[in-house]
């Protein structure tokens, strides 16, 4: 077991008060902790984006829940310990294989209000506005995790109580900072100052470094209102008047009719295999699995190992996968309540068909291959856990950037999303992660908007194998396509399938985007075969749990950010 330590975390020891309900004292330690990176167990495992989160959801399996109760309450424990992306005030999907064998999705995505309207981020000249679909009040979805934790409860096994209960622990006696999340904290000050009509607890004027504890009295009070009231403790009374009342003063649209009938939705998860394996993956309004299936079923024929990893050969063809599905993606995806997605885009004939113009060793151009046709007739995060009932969960959830809106509900203490800009603003207008899309993910009223997130559960010979996503915008797909073939396709350990250099290519903008580790000889080669590349800062932050033959779980955390493998 290789334990990596964290930063400064020495010697902030503060006495913390006994609870009656899972009181973190005594097991977890918010004023020290050290961050690993990979964990092998044998009886549960969590990875998610923060290590006293991680802890959280191990504790609770220690007390007798599964990895369900643990997903529950490790993204409770983010939206306070992690509140760039863990939150109250965002949505997000859960993909699980349970012990009974069934697999089950769960959609808690945002729906634009019911006074939101396609052209609302335009000016009269029909130009969008700039920033407005991304920042501050206006910018924000009807949030949906609340209800999509409340939804997914019903296959846990403790009482929900239990499970928020480190939350409000966390946020009443405050946690140690890590330096990371102290420059992201600092790194917002102007905005909160911008998008916030009162003051809320990000806010430090003297500047926030390593080692400072971060109390959030308001989102503790928000936490016991929900674990006192259950769902209506957000969607109905206090918070409610909360949150619409912050609307009011800042222009937005949210309505209380529009949180109450906020539902989380069931779906039919994208089910596909891969050279024998099972993969279980997110359905629309996530593009996140139709992207996989497609992509993964693109290269399945094709000698993809032989070429070996991140050789230019292996490079071109998954970019020229990335390409299709992406292009697919701007066309055809959006909210499936409100559009027809056509069923047709993971057909394995039309896929084969869709590489025909596919040209070894030679760019292939998004000009020119456009979204199929069938001929014949910057915040998210992700976690993972598994339990030794056979249960394997992947949630990834969101407030779309960092810090999403930047809006904190006054006297709330949670911070919105700013979900409304992964709609298309105006057909053909990019978003923040540059991506086009088109009528299918037009705005309107109780819709949501297209998502990229891919949890994604892998079975072999039918049990649990990968436990897997990531955050990342538009690279979310491909960086668990990436992570898959790593693992599936190279034989790479798990460690090397995460932090390995990652790329990108989204058919528009028509380049390849590189993390800086990768090799410059592949860069050049692609150059030479007519590719503009163009490298990025760091493509996600996968979390992968691997179940190795011997039945342990090999968990393992993305080195690039504080994300932390715990296990039992
Ligand atoms: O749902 C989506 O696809 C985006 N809102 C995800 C945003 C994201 O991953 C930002 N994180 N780096």
Not at 117 to 131: C, E, Q
Not at 134 to 156: D, K, M
Not at 242 to 252: S, T, Y
Not at 547 to 560: H, I, K, Q, T, Y
Request: proline letters at 5%; charged letters at 20%; one cysteine or more.
């Amino acid at each position: 077991m290789k334990r990596i330590s964290g930063f400064l975390f020495l010697l902030f020891l503060v006495a913390c008060q006994p609870s009656k309900q899972l009181s973190l004292a005594g097991q977890i330690n918010p004023y020290q902790y050290s961050i690993t990176k990979k964990q092998i167990s044998k009886n549960g495992a969590v990875v998610s984006a923060h290590p006293l989160a991680s802890e959280v959801g191990v504790m609770i399996m220690k007390a007798g829940g599964n990895a369900v109760d643990a997903a529950i309450a490790t993204q409770l424990a983010l939206a306070v310990v992690y509140p760039g992306a863990g939150n109250l005030g965002g949505g997000g999907f859960m993909v699980a294989r349970l012990s009974s064998g069934e697999f089950v999705s769960l959609d808690y995505r945002e729906v634009a209000p019911s006074a939101a309207h396609r052209d609302m981020y335009l000016d009269s000249a029909g130009n969008v506005i700039p920033g407005k679909s991304i920042n501050g009040h206006l910018s924000c979805g009807v949030p949906g995790t609340v209800a999509g934790l409340f939804e997914s409860a019903r296959y846990a096994r403790l009482p929900f109580k239990k499970l928020i209960q480190p939350a409000i622990e966390l946020a009443e006696k405050g946690f140690v900072i890590t330096e990371r999340e102290a420059n992201a904290l600092n790194a917002i000050q102007k905005d909160l100052k911008a998008y916030n009509t009162v003051p809320n607890a990000f806010l430090k004027p003297t500047g926030w470094k390593a080692g400072d504890t971060l109390v959030q009295t308001d989102l503790a009070k928000t936490l016991k209102r929900i674990r006192d009231k259950g769902r209506d403790g957000f969607y109905r009374g206090e918070t409610a008047r909360l949150i619409v009342e912050e609307m009011q003063r800042g222009g937005g649209i949210m309505s209380l009719a529009d949180l109450e009938s906020y539902t989380a939705k069931w779906r039919q998860p994208q089910v596909f295999s891969y050279k024998g394996y099972t993969i279980i993956g997110m359905g629309m309004p996530s593009s996140g699995g139709t992207l996989l299936n497609q992509m993964m079923k693109m290269v399945e024929n094709r000698p993809l190992a032989s070429f070996g990893f991140l050789s230019p050969d292996a490079i071109q063809l998954m970019v020229e996968v990335e390409r299709r599905a992406f292009a697919d993606r701007a066309e055809y995806m959006g909210d499936a309540d409100h559009v027809q997605v056509p069923a047709w885009l993971t057909d394995e004939t039309y896929l084969r068909n869709r590489m025909r113009d596919y040209v070894p060793g030679v760019a292939g151009n998004s000009q020119h291959i456009k979204a199929g046709v069938l001929h014949e007739s910057e915040q998210t995060t992700h976690l993972s856990v598994i339990d030794n009932e056979g249960n394997a969960v992947a949630v990834t959830t969101t407030l779309n950037n960092s810090y999403g809106s930047k809006t904190v509900v006054g006297g709330a203490g949670f911070l919105l999303n700013d979900e409304m800009d992964d709609f298309s603003a105006r057909p053909g207008v990019p978003n923040m992660y540059g991506a086009l899309g088109g009528e299918a993910n037009a705005i309107a009223p109780g819709k949501r908007m297209l998502s990229a997130m891919t949890p994604t559960v892998v079975l072999k010979d039918n049990q649990p194998f990968l436990v897997v996503g990531t955050p990342g915008g538009t690279t979310i797909p491909t960086s668990v396509f990436q992570t898959l073939i790593n693992i599936i396709e190279f034989g790479m350990t798990t460690e090397d399938a995460v932090y390995q250099p990652k790329f990108h290519h989204q058919w528009m903008p028509d380049r390849i985007d590189v993390e800086r580790s990768f090799p410059q000889s592949t860069r050049d080669a692609l150059k030479q075969m007519g590719y503009k590349i163009a490298e990025r800062s760091s493509i996600g932050r996968t979390e992968v749990i691997k179940v190795l033959p011997n039945g342990s779980f090999e968990a393992v955390a993305d080195n690039r950010g504080d994300d932390a493998a715990a296990g039992w």
